[in-house]
C-alpha cells in the first residue's frame, strides 16, 4: 500500500457508506431466535466509534443488507456487538454463519440518546419489550460505566416467556448488583420455571407505580410502546420525558432513498431517537 494512502493522513474522514469487513468472533443463542454476535475488525478492535443508540448496516454479499441496532456500549473498545432475531432471509442467513465468519458493516447511522447532557443527573427508567431491549442496552451498559454522571436507574424489562428474555444472565450477574439500580423483570404467561412477576409490561408500568421525577426511555412492539406511553401519561409524566427509537423503516442510512422519510423528518438522520413529543409532529401514518 502506498505510503501516502488517504486512510493514513490524521485529517481523512471513513466514508460511512464504504463497509468494512468484520469477523464474527463470538456467537450467543440468546433466545430460541435470537442471537448475539461479537464482530471486530480483521486485526482486532472495534470497526468505528458510535455512541448510544446508533445503528449500523449489515450486509451479506448476494443476500441482502438491514440496518440493526449497536447492542453493545461505547464504553466497550474492543468489539461491536448485535443482537438479531430471525425474522427473514438475511437474518436466517446471519444465524447460520459460524464463528471466524466474516460479513461487512458499515456505519454508524443516526442520531443517539443524548446521554453526555440532557441524561447527566437524572434517575433513567428504562421500558423494554422483547427484541426490544437491544437499543437500550448501550445505553443501559453506558450509563452504567459512567455510573457517577447518572441518578437511580430503573429497568423494567418484559417478554413472552423466560425463554424470550434477552441477556438474562447480564441482568442478573451485572444490572442487579449495579450501585443504585433495580430491574423489574415480567413475562406474559405463567412457566413453571419462573418465580417472577406475570404479567403484560404496560401493565407492570402502572403497578410499579414510578415516580414522574425520571427521564423514561422505552424500546419494543409498537403496540407495547403505545399503551405503556399512555400509562405513563396516567402516571403523570410528560411526553417530553419519554424517548423512544425508531429503527423499522430505516434503508439507505443517509436520507437519500426516502424510505424512512415522514413528514419533514428522516428516521435514519433525524432520528432514530426521538422524544415523544416530536413523534406527535409526525404525521399519523408512521
Given at each position: 500500500m502506498s505510503e501516502d494512502c488517504l486512510c493514513k493522513n490524521p485529517s481523512y474522514q471513513r466514508d460511512v457508506l464504504i463497509p468494512q469487513v468484520g469477523v464474527i468472533r463470538k456467537i450467543t443463542q440468546e433466545t430460541p431466535d435470537v442471537r448475539s454476535f461479537i464482530v471486530t475488525a480483521p486485526g482486532g478492535g472495534r470497526l468505528f466509534d458510535q455512541m448510544p443508540g446508533q445503528c449500523a448496516m449489515i450486509c451479506a454479499p448476494g443476500i441482502g443488507e438491514a440496518m440493526f441496532s449497536i447492542t453493545s456500549s461505547p464504553t466497550e473498545t474492543d468489539y461491536h456487538e448485535f443482537s438479531i432475531k430471525e425474522c427473514g432471509v438475511l437474518t436466517s442467513y446471519l444465524h447460520g454463519l459460524k464463528e471466524g465468519d466474516q460479513i461487512l458493516v458499515r456505519g454508524p447511522y443516526g442520531n443517539h440518546f443524548p446521554v453526555e447532557d440532557i441524561y447527566k443527573g437524572k434517575d433513567l427508567l428504562f421500558i423494554a419489550g422483547g427484541i426490544g431491549l437491544a437499543p437500550l442496552r448501550s445505553v443501559i451498559n453506558y450509563c452504567l460505566a459512567k455510573r457517577e454522571d447518572y441518578g437511580k436507574i430503573d429497568i423494567l424489562y418484559g417478554s413472552r416467556s423466560k425463554a424470550d428474555l434477552v441477556k438474562l444472565e447480564e441482568i442478573r450477574e451485572e444490572w442487579e448488583k449495579a450501585p443504585d439500580t433495580k430491574v423489574w423483570l415480567t413475562i406474559d404467561r405463567e412457566d413453571p420455571d419462573w418465580d417472577g412477576h406475570v404479567g403484560f409490561v404496560p401493565s407492570y408500568l402502572t403497578e410499579a407505580g414510578?415516580?414522574?421525577?425520571?427521564?423514561?426511555?422505552?424500546?419494543?412492539?409498537?403496540?407495547?410502546?403505545?399503551?405503556?406511553?399512555?400509562?405513563?401519561?396516567?402516571?403523570g409524566f410528560r411526553r417530553d420525558q419519554v424517548y423512544t427509537t425508531l429503527e423499522l423503516r430505516m434503508k439507505c442510512g443517509i436520507g437519500k432513498c426516502g424510505r424512512c422519510n415522514i413528514g419533514s423528518k428522516y428516521v435514519c438522520k433525524d432520528g432514530p431517537v426521538f422524544r415523544c413529543d416530536e413523534i406527535d409532529q409526525l404525521p399519523d401514518e408512521y
Open positions: 414510578f415516580s414522574t421525577d425520571k427521564t423514561a426511555i422505552i424500546c419494543g412492539p409498537p403496540i407495547m410502546i403505545k399503551f405503556c406511553l399512555q400509562n405513563l401519561e396516567q402516571l
